[in-house]
């Protein structure tokens, strides 16, 4: 298949469409767009976020030593590409985006309400990568939307209707139909 | 909205489907399934991969200094599961999947040609997670399929097809539709 070069660059996807909250000393709350987030161990549970070190998120997480990453949903497109689009440190992003900020279970960032996936972290570490940290958060809870559970306990994906964000070309997509399930589907290939 | 706790777990997504290409000393591949990879830096435009350290992938990259990370079409989605399931200690995986393996430009690694997005990374270092290590590869080329171009040089996601993966629940779905453009969107909510 015919390729053309992009050269070094960040086109690459898909990625997640979060929403990571932290308190400040003082209580007040951020709540900053992320899509480089993802997870990176197992042993313990471990999520990665990195963002520019000049962020308000960045000053808040590494003085409070918490945060949460939070799911964006299809319906929350709008809202969460405004929370990428200005700083806390100029707007009250939740409120001006309509977002319900309720307490962790464990730690000082809030949730986001409207989130149908809220992962609470604990800073663990911090990696320098040019003008960007990788901050490490150990997962501590996970909060899922009641509704999405099927009777048997799986969650259906469909309505956790997580917004899916595609990095260099800058789109935000839904989920379209299951095409698999894995660590099953490949057994067709075992010999 | 009603939550229902899941403790500590690796319950998160949407996540990436991507096969890791790596080349040992005596030159042969493996090609392994890998979804905890992420964007981490813009300077330089940098990739984070996570995987058990008792991996072949994990030996061959650091003894080689270099990876692939090839994106998974939907059409591949029972190859790119049949990666993950077994070990190229014991089979040639790209031969048993069918997957075409061409040369990189920059890198030893090699490309999978079936993949529409081909990024090619130099390891530039490693955090240690638990059993987990973080490979962090400087993105030194990007090859996207040409056929996905518009004329006005945009990538069109629907000819991409990138399988998406939901881990926690453990599925593959595709895309469904364009619900927004990120960047642009969010200045609706600006004051």
Known sequence: MSKRRLGPCITFFPQPTTLVASRAADGRVNVMTASWVGLVSKTPPTLGVSLHHGRLTYAQITASGSFTVNLVPVPLAVAADYCGLVSGRDQDKAAVAGLTLVPADLVAAPLVAEAPLNVECRLAGEVELGDYRLLL???????????????????????????????????????????????????????
Request: proline content about 2%.
């Open 137 to 191: 958060g150990e997962i501590v809870q996970i909060h899922a939307l009641e509704k999405a559970f099927r009777a048997d306990g799986t969650l259906d994906a469909a309505i956790l209707n997580p917004l899916v964000y595609l990095g260099g070309i800058r789109e935000y997509w839904s989920l379209g139909e299951r095409k698999g399930v894995a660590y099953k589907d490949g057994k067709a290939l075992l010999r």
